[in-house]
Structures are given as C-alpha cells and as structure tokens.
C-alpha cells in the first residue's frame, strides 16, 4: 500500500514555488493544488461584484461564495493571474474571518485528494502551495519546504513574465509593488507569511528551475525515504 503524504510549499511570489510544487505533484505522483488560486478566485469574486477588497465584508461574502462553488474551471481562470487580481488577493485575505471560512477546503483537498494513476508507485496524498501551508494548513505535513529568493530577483522575473505577456509596465512598479505585497503578507496578524519552524528554506535565488527541482525533490526522498 501506498505511503499517504503532504508536502507543503510556502513562499512569496515570484520565488518559483507554483512551478516547483507542480513539478514535484507530477514526479512524485501526487495531487496539486495551488491555495493561492483559492485566495484569487475570491478576489476575482469581489471584483467582478463591484466590492472593496479592504471591506471585510465584501472578503467574507466572497469566501463564502468560492467555498460553495468551488471547481477547477474557477481555478484555473486565466483572469487570476493578472496583477489586478493579485493585488486585491493581497489586500482581502489579511481578514480572519474570510481565511477561516477557505481554510477547511484546503484541509479537505490536502487531506482527501483525487486518487491519482499511480500503480506501484510508494506515495499517495497531495502537494499544495501557498503562504500558510506549513504553519497554518497543513501543520503535520510530512514535508515542508519554504521557497524563496531575494526580492530583486523575484521583481526581476515577474518584470520578465508581464514583459513577455505584453503587459505595460517598468521594472521599478514591480519591484515597489512586490516589496508593498510582502509587507502585507509578512506583517499581517493572521497567517502572515513565513516559515514554519521546521520548514527546509530552499533559496532559488541562484537556481533555475530544474535545479530547484532536483534541490527539492533530494530533500523530500531524504525525508521520506
């Protein structure tokens, strides 16, 4: 019988998680899911209703309305990843209130994942990316891995990815607007984002994107194994 697992990846944008823990889903064989699509989806939903993302009311209304909604056409709604969005996401999931109500649906999707086509393979379970997966989430996650690089870098890939888009916009606005999102997502009272106690950093600063999947996936076999 396969071995059940959580792996939880943390991490501020732009440091590679989402591509890490997508990759490390698919060597692994395990289930994926993105938290922070969650967190988006809400602050789509306010947005497309006309709220106030800095409204607790309007982030609960919201929460409430993706919990009782929830699919993966939702997620995977290419209107999420614009810096709209992810603004709005930054401002409204600081609310308790809205995080308590999605934080059950993580924990069910963590905890009873889609069984995936993995004959013979020694895991079954799930990994899932966001900003409080290892403290808050998941915090018996059989690993958890903070991923990270300095703020210059992370700008400087974002900068990249809009540029390539054809999105308008200067190297100097991304950098300000990442340096403003970590504040609010560092200093906020519940759930601020930073590692677990017993997190692995893994710092992509220097590293490309197979590299940190060979750093990361060295690191789960040594823990699992």
Not at 6 to 23: N, Q
Not at 160 to 170: A, Y
Not at 172 to 181: F, G, H, K, P, T
Not at 201 to 214: F, P, Q
Request: glycine share 4%; proline share 6%.
């Amino acid at each position: 019988m396969s071995q059940f697992i959580i792996i939880a990846v943390d991490g501020p944008a732009a440091s590679g998680k989402g591509t890490l823990a997508r990759r490390l889903a698919e060597q692994f064989h395990l289930f994926y899911l993105d938290t922070g699509a969650i967190y988006r989806a809400a602050a789509k939903h306010i947005l497309d209703t006309n709220g106030n993302p800095d409204d607790p009311e309007s982030a609960v209304t919201a929460a409430i309305y993706v919990r009782d909604n929830l699919s993966w056409e939702m997620l995977n709604d290419p209107a999420l990843r614009t810096d709209i969005v992810a603004d709005a996401t930054s401002r409204s999931c600081r609310f308790p209130p809205m995080r308590q109500i999605l934080l059950d649906t993580q924990r069910l999707y963590a905890t009873h994942p889609p069984l995936m086509e993995s004959k013979n393979k020694p895991f079954q379970g799930s990994v899932l990316d966001g900003r409080d997966i290892g403290t808050v989430v998941c915090p018996n996650a059989d690993v958890k891995l903070y991923v990270t690089a300095d703020v210059e870098t992370r700008a400087k890939r974002r900068y990249q990815e809009l540029s390539g888009k054809g999105v308008p916009t200067t190297y100097e606005i991304v950098l300000q607007d990442m340096m403003d999102r970590d504040a609010r997502d560092s200093g906020r009272e519940t759930a601020p984002l930073k590692p677990a106690s017993d997190a692995i950093i893994v710092d992509t600063s220097a590293l490309n994107a197979d590299e940190a999947l060979r750093t990361a996936a060295d690191i789960i076999r040594a823990k699992l194994v």
